[in-house]
């Protein structure tokens, strides 16, 4: 992807090259724990997430003056079934922190944490809060992904968006 995205100059085009050659080593770093395990399952979802974490800041060079990486990520074992999806929604929310959250060189954090707990109840409309997704039969997870960039635009009502509607 790298020696097709030489051929173009056009940014949207090299910023959707980047997307996906990000897309891909999200799943490629999960084959690759899975390799590691030695034919187990499952894989150490704490160790992927600071890889891709850490490759996300490397291809959107980013400068670990201008913003922060806080991780508090708990030892967490996940299948195949959890980790694939799980690894390319936090791919695309980092991502999209990295490009929109911090204009113009302006400084902040991006935090991440990821902790077990048995008794997770949702709280409806709470931003903030974190996702649960449950692996097994009795743990529920949070991930958080949060950055204290700029926001949305103030005219953007992101809870009552038309997904089948948007801009070019």
Partial sequence: M???AEKFSDE??????RESQNRVVSMALIHEELYEGKGMDTIDFSVYLRKLILDLFSSYLVET????????I???YLGMDTAVPLGIIVNELVSNSLKHAFPSGRKGE??????PTEDYTPEPDSPGKGCSFQDGKDFHYILTVADDGIGFPEELDFRNLNPLVFSS
């Fill in 2 to 4: 790298s020696l097709e």
């Fill in 12 to 17: 949207r085009t090299l910023e959707a090259f």
């Fill in 65 to 72: 003056e201008s913003v922060n990486l806080n991780l508090d």
């Fill in 74 to 76: 708990e030892q967490v």
């Fill in 110 to 115: 991006i935090r991440i944490s990821l902790h």
